[in-house]
């Protein structure tokens, strides 16, 4: 019979990204994802192969290491946007400020209950959005906005750049008069910190 110390054991320090096994050898665990097959770290930590159930973690070095999970509430900077989907680099979970970097994508089928035409109005480049996270692969996080305190927070005008106001069903510049579609947050323009 095996002893704790050889079903358990816990290796070297890891940093993410890094290689822990295959899947056909080990059940990924927390601090872990998957990616072309292969296990990787998702944390600084020191991994853990527990051999007696097959499956390989991560104890994270720091405690308190905060990352993205399904219903987390986050806050990202809008990087990019398609007719389809917005890429947002994602920098809190609720009021905690991430270290890492991560990456969410928001598909046009999940930023609002009705008949959304295109990605353009409802985020541009740099707009800080609120959205919930409903569902994770490969570190990619999967973005959802349909509540209404979920959207854009705070947004600067395409035009000239000064941050726009809310007035009713859209936003105001109030430097240069342009009007821009968005799907805002409730509470848009309020504290985002």
């Not at 991560?102 to 609002?112: A, R």
Request: charged share 25%; hydrophobic share 35%.
């Amino acid at each position: 019979m095996c002893s704790q110390s050889s079903e358990q054991q816990s290796d070297n320090l890891v940093l993410p990204g890094e290689r822990l096994g295959v899947i056909e050898e080990f059940i990924p665990d927390a601090g872990t994802y998957v990616k072309d097959g292969v296990i990787r770290s998702g944390v600084v930590g020191r991994s853990l192969h527990d051999s007696l159930n097959k499956r390989v973690s991560v104890v994270p070095l720091i405690h308190g290491a905060m990352l993205p999970k399904v219903e987390s509430v986050i806050l990202g900077q809008v990087s990019s946007v398609q007719t389809q989907n917005a890429i947002v680099r994602i920098f809190k979970i609720g009021k905690k400020q991430l270290s890492g970097v991560f990456t969410g994508i928001l598909h046009i089928s999940d930023v609002q209950p009705r008949y959304v035409e295109s990605m353009f109005n409802v985020c541009k480049p740099a707009d800080i959005i609120r959205a919930k996270v409903i569902s994770e692969k490969n570190k990619t996080y999967h973005l959802f906005t349909k509540d209404k305190n979920l959207g854009v927070v705070y947004a600067l005008c395409s035009q000239c750049g000064y941050s726009l106001e809310s007035k009713r069903q859209s936003l105001y510049c109030p430097r240069c008069g342009r009007i821009e579609k968005r799907k805002t947050a409730l509470d848009y323009g309020k504290d985002i910190t």
